[in-house]
Structure formats: C-alpha cells, structure tokens
C-alpha cells in the first residue's frame, strides 16, 4: 500500500504536488508552521534568489542531515 502523503500545491503557480525538498526549503526558509507553500521557481522569485542558490542550499541542509529533505 502506497503511503498516506499530503499532496501539496504551490500557492503561487499552481504547480501540483510539490516535492520533498521544496516542501522542506518552504519550512525551513519560511518557519516549519508554515500554510502555504511555494515551488522552487516560485520561492526563488519571492526571495528575489536564483533557483541555483535554492538547490545548493537544499544540498547543504541535507549535508547537515536536516529529514526536511532527500
Ligand atoms: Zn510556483
């Protein structure tokens, strides 16, 4: 049986079903309390950051061995 997971929508562009990692970098950069989330493209804009500068930081949290991400 396939896991029970919330399925997750950006709230900017409508992008379906969010990944693991920007569920986590929304968490992590907006507080894990947050309600709703942003895609990666979306998160970078509202930031005013590069998609680049996102994913190498998702890459230094799981190198941290932060379970937010995979
Ligand atoms: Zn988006």
Redesign the pocket.
């Known amino acids: 049986m396939k896991k029970q997971v919330n399925r997750i929508d ?6 379906r079903e969010l990944s693991k990692n920007e569920i986590g970098l929304n968490k992590k950069i907006l507080g894990r309390e947050v309600q709703v989330f ?6 970078a804009a509202e930031l005013d950051l590069t998609v680049e500068k996102l994913l190498s930081a998702i890459e230094n949290f799981k190198e941290q061995g932060c379970t937010l991400f995979e």
């Open positions: 950006c709230i900017a562009c409508g992008k942003y895609c990666i493209n979306c998160l």
